[in-house]
Every structure is written in structure tokens, then in C-alpha cells.
């Protein structure tokens, strides 16, 4: 199965 | 004072039906450098990122830095009122709530002035550092289009693996699976009609094919597309466009559970 990640996961708020 | 005159009114026509169904609402944010958006998806799992610099537009004025928060539907409704030869102005003041788009036809004998109201968009900006990437291929934008509709109708995902042979795209749905392997070629007489495979080293990622298939509506922007791969990073997809800036959509991966 796969889970999809999201943008937050790599890049910071800011 | 805002006041951003773009001979070439169709590329802002294209840029809004690129990104218009990723994203419903964004700012847009106008400084000295340019006119630029960074929106995400609501999912968050998909970012638009644009430039168009000043120095590609005909007359440029920024006085202060100015965020206008739009609705690219309304925005797009707008815009498809343009001709497609239009010189688009698109004219703003600070404390006012609305934006103008003006639209002139080439011969200056028909003028159009359309208001659309702004709104207070509450959006999250994420920092995006510079990276390296592990492969980076350049390919015919048609040709990746073509590839994300081809396997969108067989299945949901795409799995991009670059090796030394080229790029390859899989995907495998109910009614069975399919492969394209796209090989390194270069066309001296038509460069725009190159694939490039830059590769530091091996990569595979898993992709939902929905976006990557949303970003090609960019294809029109450009006739070459890059994709920057990374198994640290979501994939960058850049579209240029001509001496203005670039579209660049950013996609989180699938990972195996």
C-alpha cells in the first residue's frame, strides 16, 4: 500500500 | 499604485487555466522583482509556484509591495473576456479591494476595463530552499503530457524511475499495467525536441498521476518541461516561460507503507 505525504513534510512554514 | 502592462496578454491567460483548477483561491504578490503566487492545494499535497519578472513586462509599476488575494476562477472568467492578441494591464491601489484588468486589441480601437473584487486569503507560505537533485530530465513538454494521459487512463499512479538507460513511467490499474522508457536524445536542428537525463545517481519515486496531470494543463506555456527528482524531496515540474519567469508545481511522492 501506499500513503501519500504531503508538502509540509519537506518544506517549513515561512 | 500598481499598474503591470503584458504586450503578450495570452501567457497570463494560460497561467491562469494552468493552475486555476489546483487552486481555487491564492495571493498574488507584486514587488519590484516581479508579479508572483505560491499556492498549495487543499490537500496540501500539491504547490504552484509562479514568476513573471518585471523586466518581461512593457511598462512595470510597483510602488510599494502589494499582496492581492484572488479567486482564479473568477480571475480566469475575467481573462477569457480578453482576445487572445489582447495587451492585458492589470491596475491596482493599495486600500482598495478591488484589482482592473484593462484589455486593448492590437489596433488600440477597442479598450475593455473589467473590475473584480479581491478577497482576504489566509495562506500558508512555505520556504523552499534550493536543492540538489539526484536526476533531472528535460523532455518535449507534449511528450509528458501525452505520457500522464496515456497512463491516467490505465491507472492512478506513476512511478518515474531514472537509471543510465533513460527515464521510465509505470503504471498498473485494473485493467493491467503499461511502461513507456523514454531514452536520452538529442536533436541539434529542434533542441526543444531533446530528452536530457542529467543523473547524479539512481532515482524511483511513486507519483498520483491526478496532479501530474493538472500540471500539463501548463503545456501550452512551454514547449519543454523539466523534472527534478529527488527521493529527499517532492519532484519539481518547471514549465519556463519565455523571458518572464517560470510555472514550477512541486507534488509530494507515494511512499510504500
Given at each position: 500500500d501506499t500513503r501519500q505525504k504531503t508538502l509540509t513534510n519537506y518544506f517549513c512554514s515561512g | 499604485m500598481l499598474e503591470l502592462r503584458l504586450i503578450q496578454g495570452s501567457l497570463l491567460k494560460k497561467v491562469l487555466e494552468a493552475i486555476k483548477d489546483l487552486v481555487t483561491e491564492a495571493n498574488f504578490d507584486c514587488s519590484a522583482t516581479g508579479f508572483s503566487l505560491q499556492a498549495m492545494d487543499s490537500s496540501h499535497v500539491a504547490l504552484v509556484a509562479l514568476l513573471l519578472r518585471s523586466?518581461?513586462?512593457d511598462h512595470y509599476r510597483c510602488d510599494r509591495n502589494l499582496s492581492m488575494g484572488i479567486n482564479l476562477n473568477n480571475m480566469s472568467k475575467m481573462l477569457?473576456?480578453?482576445?487572445?492578441e489582447d495587451i492585458i494591464t492589470i491596475k491596482g491601489d493599495d486600500g482598495t479591494d478591488t484589482v482592473t484588468f484593462m484589455f486593448e486589441s492590437q489596433k488600440q480601437d477597442k479598450i475593455s476595463d473589467f473590475e473584480m473584487k479581491l478577497m482576504d486569503i489566509d495562506s500558508e507560505h512555505l520556504g523552499i530552499p534550493d536543492a540538489e537533485y539526484q536526476a533531472i530530465v528535460r523532455m518535449p513538454s507534449a511528450e509528458f503530457a501525452r505520457i500522464c494521459k496515456d497512463l491516467g487512463s490505465i491507472g492512478d499512479t506513476v512511478v518515474i524511475s531514472v537509471t543510465k538507460e533513460g527515464v521510465k513511467f509505470f503504471t498498473r490499474g485494473d485493467v493491467g499495467s503499461a511502461n513507456i522508457v523514454c531514452r536520452q536524445n538529442t536533436s541539434v536542428?529542434?533542441?526543444?525536441?531533446s530528452t536530457v537525463i542529467e543523473m547524479n545517481e539512481p532515482v524511483s519515486l511513486t507519483f498520483a498521476l491526478r496532479y501530474m496531470n493538472s500540471f500539463t494543463k501548463a503545456t501550452t506555456l512551454s514547449e519543454v518541461v523539466t523534472i527534478s527528482l529527488s527521493s529527499e524531496l517532492p519532484v519539481v515540474v518547471e514549465y519556463k516561460i519565455a523571458e518572464m519567469g517560470y510555472i514550477r508545481f512541486y507534488l509530494a511522492p507515494k511512499i510504500e507503507d
Open positions: - | 523586466e518581461g513586462f477569457r473576456c480578453a482576445g487572445p536542428d529542434k533542441p526543444e525536441d
